[in-house]
């Protein structure tokens, strides 16, 4: 839990109080490499802090796995529409490594909403980090090359190449797994 109160902290002012009542309604879970936290066609019910591992958001698209993002240690992932809005969801939420996370579900988070005000400001700021990370995503497909896109990768997340298979992280970059080979082999 001190993972899941230092993403908290890092973000916000918070007393203990408040800070405890918030992970305590978070529940642990363990997630074996290759399982699944979420699966489309299924409306989402639950938010995961990932406390470690690594979990890939994907889905399906002519017969082939097209990757949007590969969220780590100290990072959320839910599928953010169905989990609001309560509609299907439409991405699969698989464990890339053995992970353990911190479960929240609909009903705990939007009663934390109204009861604990830090809460509130906290999920705004997750809310508001969904939205530009998409729109950083979205900027980047359209105004940057693929050594680009790889070199800001590896800044911000070098462990990634060493953890996860590399056609993940090829779709996740718009790319060919052969594109990604010969980007690393001149880096």
């Not at 490499?33 to 989402?44: D, P, V």
């Not at 639950?46 to 100290?74: H, N, P």
């Not at 599928?79 to 479960?103: G, R």
């Not at 939007?110 to 997750?126: A, G, I, R, V």
Request: aromatic letters at 10%.
């Amino acid at each position: 839990m001190e993972k899941l109160k230092n993403c908290i902290l890092n973000q916000i002012s918070i007393d203990n109080l408040s800070l405890d009542a918030i992970v305590s309604v978070f529940e642990p879970m363990e997630i074996s490499k290759g399982n699944f936290f979420l699966e489309s066609g299924k409306t989402c019910r639950q938010m995961a802090f990932i406390a470690s591992g690594y979990m890939r958001m994907y889905d399906i698209v002519d017969g082939k796995e097209i990757t949007l993002w590969i969220g780590s240690s100290g990072k959320f992932i839910t599928s953010l529409s169905s989990f609001v809005f309560e509609t299907e969801n439409h991405w699969n939420i698989q464990a890339v490594t053995d992970c353990t996370i911190y479960v929240i579900n609909r009903e705990d988070h939007y009663k934390l909403n109204k009861t604990e005000p830090k809460w509130l400001e906290f999920d705004n700021l997750l809310l508001a980090n969904s939205f530009a990370l998409l729109e950083k995503s979205m900027f980047s497909q359209l105004h940057t090359t693929a050594k680009q896109r790889f070199k800001s990768l590896l800044e911000v997340e070098p462990e990634l190449f060493n953890t996860v298979p590399l056609q993940y992280i090829a779709s996740m970059l718009g790319i060919t797994p052969e594109s990604l080979s010969r980007l690393r082999k001149l880096n």
